[in-house]
């Protein structure tokens, strides 16, 4: 057991051992190089500049958070407000000694950005490193790659750009590499003078490991190398091509010289008779050492066999004498690196005039029959996407046993196509894709018009092309609505959209705009301005910025409309620094501001202001953003499920739920930003609760901890690797529980790695964490799981552990499944039910359905049914803690208590002190965990003991009961004699059908529940009484407390009138509303008579009609009932299914249902419909339509 860890070690400890990440690392890089420089007697100071970007999106706010850290060691970090800009501000660094006044010895400096920020960098690395560093100087360029462009719109490989402006490249293979080669790349770059790159890709950067603080550890040797005249570092003047004979001639020979002298590249396994030849590099090499590990081949079985690895420090230049000597006496060298050919290039360049007899055959990306050939897909090893040490141990084993035939090496080969072939056993039944966060401004900032094309760019509205169907095509970050500038003169389209960030704007933005302006294209940009760089974390833009600034800058560049639309157009009003005659709207107005801009023929702009919804919550829980006590709730007996909440808000949090009268909605509580906008649905179900909060269970003050009589949990050996595979849902603390797990493994002196693959999964999409923990660090190679390779899956979200790639990951009777069913839509719901509402039309878009049964059936059949375990975690959790972000640690307690985790209780809870968030809510999440593995009866039972469930959450599980409880509905909605009128009709259809088929079915069924349903039409009475008869209150009142007051949100048809094509307003009415709907409640007596005030009303009348002619249609199948058309008749009984909702939205459904039944009585008939009075209901609804 370590001593006591704090989370500052891995910054101020000088020796020992921390556990860190690689962007960790990357933080502690700058204070090191800084302590070793005055150890050396140098007083130096640092600067860093760059710009964020995955998997380097967290690094800035790392450097920030070790802000007294860094200021202590006299290094600077400044943000760049681009990456060219930054790395131009890098080359800087290495002028201040060649003039007077420097008040260091030299300033080392870091440049991060990823792929694409590389790329824009070309120009200024070319010219930096052309120049040089300073003696004392030098500089790191941290390129952030994402190879399997998981969250980028592009894979990328950084090494061939680097390698055309002649940088040399250095590849860390994990977080230890990244100070050890860190502290290499300055020491090779103020040797060289050149600018050394250092690549960073997710498997290494994103990973935690243990590692040696030692700041001694690395001892850089300066080699014996001949420099020219002068040096090879920065002076001026400095001609062009001198430095460029410099560069060619001396620093990249002095680079490839330093590899050399300090071992940077190396034989890590060798043989005395070695005849095959493995070269690898950077993540790739602990790819390799985990394949071989997996093949069984061990120092023993290399030896017997004749293999030997070399692993490659510095991927180019590629040092020439080290590869002749690895090379020397082989048959074949096999080249295992990530992408594109960067080694296996160099090397066939290395050994082409050796003699044919003694040069090895060089396979990688293909094997004997090379690259251009002719075109073929039968890779090696492929350079689409990334590679796994399964794939790269089957082209090994290959390659091994074309030259070495062995028995147990052949059968390994036979399990790793089998667990290959695992991941085409199963398939997708679901996709948790990214979705906007809750009450996320562009839920309605990207929507366009009807008619509209919108244009994506970088960033979080970039997803805006597969939520939004009218969003199409993209640009690289800066050029946002670009193309429409070569579009627009040869299209009949008129005018497009171009959605821009304000970070992206202030990052480059504002020269598309320009551009846009000189071409003179009509086109609207819609900044998206958001105070916020949420794609990467929430960020502050890199600068001042602010609206006003904006709209200035806006008209200065000569655009002509400017349009300010807000969430609160309040906050302008003492606001007087807009451009001229900039107007600021509420955001309910922006479909009107963007029909009239597209209009109009130049260039206009939108500026949308609106906070970051993730970071009003990051802000409202530092107390740095206001918080109303104000939430919102929806009565589900009301609710007709029509989506038009979902339309409006596009909101996650707006959850399906299933009741006995179908499926409804529901705010979910604990997701909720508090955005409002769902109120905007067209829905008498709304309410507000303003004043008190949510009630705190009772179950942690009823249950305390000493009453319980946990036993210790089964002993686990750790005789090899145990690896966890956590699976979840973005934003949901999936990547906590895989750091806790590692800190845990830490202090118990055990060997961890941690490897989080979230990609965009903050924004609600799948999240991966591998967790990899052995008795000690050496046991450990790549953080990635392989495939078949996972101990536990620990399945926060069903959705994503029903997937392919994590199914890939288990393997039947091995790895135990712990998994939580919850029922937790995706993105898809929301998208549907959007379009359900907007079109009414159900065949389009049929209602999604959660496919639990199918994907927890592969989960069994993928780990064995004996090792599957399934929870309701979330809703346990939440019930006992008050929120479902309780759900991950309660499932970790579970786990632990099973005997699923290899370390022990202390040290997670040690690690839960250390994360130092919540800490006495996620121990109690953890103890119940364990409470509930135990007994998760009596926790069921103490939950049940205080629980208010909605008597409509209840199913029936019986035909007969279903009947009886629509009975019962009626005859509260009405009389005893409407709800007879029901029964009879339910009964005719059961008599019919017995004598049909011996028994009612599916057509009883159909007609008990939708029959139902046009009777109970919820007009202003039933809405009244669904509010007042008593269930509802109790819901409020057991999920709230304090002092609270109600507001319903209503449209009442008498007191709003609304104009042509215009939707009703709704308004909201105080808690007197209540007393108002008792009353109303009463007066049902007088419904449909010539008393009934709301009878005359157009929406009444039109949902009589409906009901008429469902009961004409009714007695039509009554009348002509046969085998042959059952199928019919059941579908025709199914009709009202497909009307929904209130109002206009009502009648777009109605409108479709009635298209519906037209089809379906010309199959009936066997011929177009004569049917009496059929197209009455459609001819009401069209003279409406046209009113409208």
Not at 465 to 480: K, L, N
Not at 910 to 936: C, H, P, Y
Request: proline share 5%.
């Amino acid at each position: 057991m370590s001593t006591s860890p704090s989370l500052e070690d891995k910054y101020v400890q000088q020796t020992g051992k921390a556990l860190m990440t690689g962007v960790q690392a990357l933080v502690r890089l700058p204070l090191m190089q800084r302590q070793r420089d005055l150890i050396d007697g140098l007083d130096t100071a640092g600067f860093i500049s760059g710009y964020r970007g995955s998997p380097l999106g967290g690094f800035d706010q790392a450097l920030w958070k070790a802000r007294d850290h860094l200021k202590q060691n006299h290094v600077r970090f400044q943000p760049g407000v681009n990456e060219d800009l930054a790395a131009t501000s890098l080359w800087g660094t290495q002028q201040v000694n060649l003039f007077p006044g420097a008040k260091y010895d030299g300033v080392f400096g870091m440049w991060y950005g990823k792929g694409p920020g590389v790329d824009r960098c070309g120009d200024v690395f070319r010219h930096a490193n052309a120049a040089g560093t300073s003696k004392f100087g030098g500089v790191l360029a941290i390129a952030g790659d994402d190879h399997g462009a998981r969250s980028s719109s592009l894979p990328h490989q950084t090494e061939h750009i680097f390698k055309a402006v002649m940088m040399p490249v250095l590849a860390p293979s994990g977080v230890q590499e990244y100070l050890d080669y860190g502290l290499h790349g300055f020491a090779m770059s103020r040797y060289s003078g050149c600018w050394v790159a250092l690549k960073a890709v997710a498997d290494t950067v994103e990973s935690a490991a243990i590692v040696d603080l030692d700041i001694n550890r690395v001892q850089p040797v300066i080699p014996d190398f001949d420099l020219p005249e002068g040096g090879l570092n920065i002076r001026w003047p400095d001609p062009p091509l001198a430095q460029e004979q410099r560069l060619l001639e001396h620093k990249l020979y002095a680079a490839a010289a330093y590899a050399r002298a300090n071992g940077l590249n190396r034989v890590t396994l060798d043989s005395r008779n070695a005849r095959i030849g493995i070269i690898t590099s950077g993540k790739s090499y602990l790819d390799v050492c985990q394949a071989l590990d997996m093949l069984g081949i061990d120092q023993e079985m290399a030896e017997r066999i004749g293999i030997r690895v070399y692993k490659v420090g510095m991927v180019w230049p590629l040092e020439a004498e080290g590869v002749r000597q690895f090379a020397e006496g082989l048959e074949e060298i096999v080249v295992v690196e990530e992408k594109r050919h960067m080694i296996e290039y160099q090397l066939k360049e290395e050994l082409y005039n050796w003699r044919e007899d003694v040069r090895p055959r060089i396979v990688g990306k293909f094997d004997d029959k090379g690259e251009w050939s002719l075109p073929h897909t039968d890779w090696l090893l492929p350079a689409i996407n990334d590679l796994t040490p399964t794939l790269i141990a089957r082209a090994l084993a290959k390659r091994i046993l074309h030259l070495h035939p062995h028995g147990p090496l052949q059968a390994r080969l036979g399990v790793l196509e089998a667990q290959l072939g695992c991941k085409q056993q199963f398939s997708n039944l679901m996709d948790r894709v990214p979705h906007y966060c809750s009450g996320c401004p562009h839920n309605t900032s990207t929507k366009v018009p009807e008619g509209s094309r919108a244009l994506a760019g970088i960033g979080c509205h970039y997803m805006a092309a597969w939520i939004y169907p009218r969003t199409e095509t993209f640009s690289q970050m800066g050029g946002e609505g670009v193309a429409w500038v070569g579009q627009a003169p040869f299209t009949e389209t008129r005018h497009v959209f171009a959605n821009l960030g304000d970070g992206t704007y202030f990052h480059s933005g504002l020269l598309a705009i320009r551009a846009a302006v000189a071409a003179k294209v009509p086109i609207t940009y819609k900044i998206l301005y958001n105070d916020a760089v949420a794609m990467t974390g929430g960020q502050p833009v890199d600068g001042s910025l602010t609206v006003s600034q904006i709209s200035r800058q806006l008209a200065a560049e000569g655009v002509q409309r400017i349009v300010v639309v807000s969430d609160d157009p309040d906050r302008y009003r003492d606001v007087h620094d807009l451009a001229p005659g900039v107007p600021v709207l509420r955001r309910d107005q922006i479909e009107e501001v963007q029909k009239e801009l597209r209009e109009f023929p130049g260039v206009s702009a939108i500026i949308y202001d609106q906070t970051c919804a993730a970071e009003k919550r990051r802000r409202r829980k530092r107390g740095k953003f206001p918080d109303p006590a104000r939430r919102v709730v929806i009565n589900e007996a009301v609710c007709e499920g029509c989506g038009d909440c979902s339309s409006k808000s596009n909101c996650m949090s707006v959850v399906a739920v299933e009741t006995e009268f179908g499926r409804k909605r529901e705010i979910d509580q604990s997701s909720c930003n508090k955005d409002f906008t769902c109120l905007s649905g067209f829905c008498p179900s709304f309410v507000t609760v303003e004043g008190g909060n949510l009630r705190k269970p009772k179950a942690m003050a009823e249950h305390p901890e000493d009453r319980w009589d946990l036993p210790a949990p089964p002993p686990m050996s750790l005789d090899e690797p145990y690896s966890i595979l956590v699976t979840g849902v973005g934003g949901t603390g999936v990547v906590t529980i895989g750091a806790l797990l590692g800190m845990a493994a830490f202090i118990e002196g055990k060997g961890a790695l941690n490897l989080d693959m979230a990609g965009m999964a903050q924004k609600g999409g799948a999240v991966w964490s591998h967790i990899r923990i052995a008795a000690h660090q050496d046991q450990l190679f790549a953080p990635r799981i392989a495939e078949g390779e996972a101990s536990l899956l620990l399945g926060c979200d069903l959705v994503v552990s029903a997937n392919t790639e994590t199914l890939a990951k288990v393997r039947q009777g091995v790895t135990y499944a712990l998994i939580n069913s919850e029922e937790s839509i995706t993105s898809a719901f929301i998208r549907t039910f959007a379009q359900q509402a907007e079109s009414g039309d159900l065949t389009a878009h049929p209602d999604p359905q959660f496919r639990s049964q199918g994907m927890a059936s592969q989960i069994r059949e993928a780990v064995g049914d004996s090792h599957a375990t399934f929870i309701d975690a979330s809703d346990i959790a939440t019930a006992l803690m008050g929120d479902s972000i309780a759900t991950n640690t309660f499932m970790l307690g579970y786990a632990y208590q099973k005997g699923w985790l290899p370390v022990g209780e202390a040290a997670l809870l040690q690690a839960i002190e250390l994360n130092g968030t919540a800490v006495a809510f996620n121990r109690s999440a953890f103890a119940w965990g364990r409470r509930a593995a135990v007994d998760l009866q009596r926790v069921r039972g103490i939950l049940e003991a205080g629980k208010v469930v909605s008597p409509d959450r209840q199913i029936s599980q019986s035909l007969d009961e279903a009947v009886a409880r629509r009975v019962e509905y009626l005859t509260a909605y009405q009389n005893a004699e409407y709800g007879n009128r029901y029964l009879s009709r339910v009964e005719q259809f059961s008599a019919a059908e017995r004598a049909l088929s011996g028994k009612p079915g599916e057509l009883t069924e159909a007609v008990a529940r939708y029959y139902f349903k046009v009777l109970a039409i919820k007009d202003e009475y039933e809405v009244a009484r669904l509010f007042t008869h008593g269930e509802f209150l109790k819901k409020i009142e057991a999920t709230f407390e304090g002092d609270y007051n109600l507001r319903f949100h209503l449209a009442p048809p008498l007191l709003n009138k609304a104009g042509p094509g215009v939707e009703p307003a709704k308004r909201s009415y105080g808690p007197w509303m209540l007393k108002g709907f008792k009353l109303l409640a009463k007066l049902k007596g007088i419904r449909n008579t010539w008393l009934d005030p709301f009878a005359y009303t157009h929406e009444r009348k039109v949902e009589r009609e409906w009901l008429r002619n469902y009961e004409q249609i009714l007695e039509e199948l009554l009348s002509g009932l046969t085998p042959d058309k059952l199928d019919t008749a059941v579908q025709l009984a199914k009709l009202p299914d497909a009307v929904r909702g209130y109002g206009a939205v009502k009648e777009r459904y109605l409108a479709h249902a009635q298209q519906q039944k037209t089809r379906l009585l010309e199959q009936w008939h066997g011929t177009p419909s004569q049917f009496h009075d059929a197209g009455q209901v459609d001819k009401v609804v069209r003279i409406h339509a046209a009113q409208l």
